[in-house]
Structures are given as structure tokens and as C-alpha cells.
């Protein structure tokens, strides 16, 4: 082959590479959010009986809402629904399947950009997957991170996490008002590359978003409720039932 043709081989190849991996509409990060019962009622105004994390959702990093026209089909997904029940319950309607259509409107028409979560079976029983595999549950427990009247310190808690999975977490609190010398535990996020493997949760982009009317909105619509990242200096409580 002639140099100068290998050349215009090489630059293709070499455009088509970085043109996949900047495709402007690809996610590049998988976000699993776990939420904590008792936080999430104690602001939606929810009965939590419910002492263990679930699911909140599995959010794409880039794009929200990709295809408006690909309908929720719970029959789709009629196998993984007593998981789904149990795992990621809508806590605000126990009996609905409301919150599953939303996260599918929202975020999972957006992850289905990947052949690995195309169909709605795919996208939540992978969710479902990542959220036993991870186990956020039983490691807190393991490493005597437990619902109580006392307080944790951020880095307690934030190096347990770090400290199992090797890997940044996001943790968010709900903080009662701007000066209140205490915050509440209330989402934690665990991410994931495209191949499903553990990533920093702080690298790239992060979407940020809060809960309003009990689902996930993007930041700065409301700042003054919901979710935000926990302070690293201030006590965290860990709310039992109430
Ligand atoms: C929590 O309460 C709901 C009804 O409000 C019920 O359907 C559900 O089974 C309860 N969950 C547990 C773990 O007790
Ligand atoms: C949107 O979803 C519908 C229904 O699954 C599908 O037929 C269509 O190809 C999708 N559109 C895009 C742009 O992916």
C-alpha cells in the first residue's frame, strides 16, 4: 500500500474512532440511585415502612426524555415485576406502576441508545441487576453504617462506600434549612462505565438533579428543596422509621 493511501486509511480511522466516541447524543456514564425510605417520605409526606435502600432509578448521563413515542409496557416486563416491587417501589403509590413508566419515559428511552439496554426488559432488569450486585443495603450494615438516633461523620460514611467498592459515590442529604448544623441522609449514587464496571461517580459530567413532587427533577428548577450533595463537615443523620 502506498503511503500516501495508508495515510488517508489511518485518518479516517482514526476520525471515525474519536467521531464514536464523542457521538454527541451518547451517554458515556450509568448513574444508579439509591434512595433511603424515611428521607424521601419525610419530604414527600409519604408513610415509610420500607428500612432499606431502593431503587430510584438508573440515569444515563446525557439526555433525558429521548423518545417520547416508545410507550412503558409493564407486560414487558411481567417476570421482573415481583423484584421491581420489592427493590424499587413507588413509595409514594404503592400499587402503581407510575414511578417505572417515568423513569422509562425519562431516562430509559435515553440509556435504550445502547444495544445493551434496548428493550424495556433489558434496561430494568439490568437496573435491578446492578442493584443486587452492588448490595448498598447490607455493605452499610456490614460496616455498622445503621439507621440510628446518632450521628455519622460525612467521611464515615462516604469512606465505607469508597472503601468496599473502590470507587467515588455521590452522596446526597436533604438539609432542613440553609443554616441547620445538621443534614439527612437521603440518595446515594453508584456509577458505572458503559460496560456496566464501576466508575468514579465524580468523573465527567453528573446529572445533577433533586426530587420534587417525589421524582427526580434537574437542578435549578428548585434549589430550595430536595436532594443536594451532603456537606463533608456537617453531622449526617441516618433516619430510622419513624
Ligand atoms: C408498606 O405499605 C404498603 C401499603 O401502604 C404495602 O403495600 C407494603 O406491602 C408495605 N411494605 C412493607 C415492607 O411492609
Ligand atoms: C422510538 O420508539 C419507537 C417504539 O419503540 C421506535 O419504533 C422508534 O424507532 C424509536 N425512535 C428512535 C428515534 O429511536
Known sequence: MRLGSFFLLSL????????VISAPHMWTKLILTHHWPSTFCSMEHCHANISYWTLHGLWPDKGILCNS?????????????PDMEKSWPDLLNPASVEFWKYEWHKHGTCAAKAATLNSQHKYFS?????????????ILKKFDIIPS???????QIEGVIENFYGVKPKIQCV????????????????????????LDCEKEFTLETISKGGWDI?????KASGFSVCDHDKPVYYPPLP
Request: net charge negative.
Open 12 to 19: 479516517a480511522a482514526a476520525l471515525s474512532s474519536a467521531f
Open 69 to 81: 413515542s416508545w410507550h412503558f409496557n409493564p407486560s414487558e416486563i411481567e417476570d421482573l415485576l
Open 126 to 138: 439490568k437496573a435491578l441487576e446492578l442493584y443486587h450486585k452492588v448490595d448498598l443495603d447490607s
Open 149 to 155: 438516633d446518632k450521628y455519622y461523620s460525612f467521611s
Open 175 to 198: 438539609h432542613p434549612s440553609k443554616n441547620a448544623d445538621v443534614q439527612i441522609l437521603g440518595q446515594i449514587e453508584i456509577c458505572f462505565h458503559p460496560d456496566f464496571t464501576l
Open 218 to 222: 434537574p437542578m435549578g428548577v428548585d
